[in-house]
């Protein structure tokens, strides 16, 4: 009997230790869901490195926490590429640390898979990857 109450004693000690910590508050939330923006967007081929965040592009993504993804994608023209816009309207998945996308719109984005990182506060989608001899290297950050 005096084992079980003081194993029930220890039990009861550590649960009150957890529920006294709470959570952190510098932990983003469990969740990756939520808005993004580029805040690293750089492209490198035969032409040399292009910043394209400074060159006027831009890429924004709602993902929201039923599966499904809204946003803009614009590439400003350069060389003999012209300016692209496309809808990133589709869907989204994760798998352990990789998040990709599905979207109708035929992008980079949906052939990348992004590696899901913590900044403390925020959730961080880095992608780098390589395609037809150019290789992309972006970071979304939630917001």
Not at 21 to 37: H, K
Request: overall charge negative; aromatic content about 6%.
């Amino acid at each position: 009997m005096r084992q079980s109450v003081i194993r029930a004693s220890a039990v009861i000690a550590t649960v009150a230790a957890m529920a006294a910590c709470g959570s952190d508050s510098t932990a983003p939330a469990d969740s990756v869901a939520g808005s993004y923006a580029a805040t690293t967007f750089v492209t490198t081929g035969g032409s040399g490195q292009t910043n394209q965040l400074l060159a006027g592009s831009t890429l924004a993504m709602v993902l929201n926490s039923n599966g499904t993804t809204t946003g803009h994608l614009h590439l400003v023209a350069s060389g003999n590429n012209p300016a692209l816009d496309a809808d990133m309207a589709g869907t989204w998945l994760r798998t352990g640390t990789t998040v990709t996308f599905n979207q109708s719109a035929d992008t980079f984005v949906r052939d990348m898979s992004f590696t899901l990182s913590s900044t403390g506060t925020k959730w961080e989608l880095i992608g780098d990857q390589s395609f037809s001899g150019t290789r992309i290297q972006l970071t979304l950050t939630q917001s």
